[in-house]
Nanobody, 119 residues
Framework: QVQLVESGGGLVQAGGSLRLSCAAS????????MGWFRQAPGKEREFVAA????????RYADSVKGRFTISRDNAKNTVYLQMNSLEPEDAAVYYC????????????WGQGTQVTVSS
């Protein structure tokens, strides 16, 4: 009932920037929390950033604080991840996830978008 499609990934040199987008369809996400995760080859999936349904209380992994910014546009049913000062360590497949802020609520995931950072 919720479909998510990430876009905006690609190849960028270290120090560059990318903006990822995650567009949702099937249901309005006004009352959903949204987040970004990433998984690099040979590593576990890790939390990157999250934002609550109202657009407040943004949270970030320590590794991206000061460089990444999460935002959402409920009118467009879209969540964004602005990534600045990219490092080779940021290379991964980035996934968006949404869920209602209730215990036991269903999580919805996108297919992921590849981010490659060259040194």
């Amino acid at each position: 009932q919720v479909q998510l499609v990430e876009s905006g990934g690609g190849l960028v040199q270290a120090g560059g920037s990318l903006r990822l987008s995650c567009a949702a369809s099937g249901r309005t996400l006004r009352n959903y929390d949204m987040g970004w995760f990433r998984q690099a080859p040979g590593k576990e999936r890790e939390f990157v950033a999250a934002i609550n349904w109202s657009g407040g209380s943004p949270r970030y992994a320590d590794s991206v604080k000061g460089r990444f910014t999460i935002s959402r546009d409920n009118a467009k049913n879209t969540v964004y991840l602005q990534m600045n000062s990219l490092e080779p360590e940021d290379a991964a497949v980035y996934y968006c996830c949404v869920r209602r802020p209730l215990a036991g609520s269903t999580e919805y995931w996108g297919q992921g978008t590849q981010v490659t950072v060259s040194s």
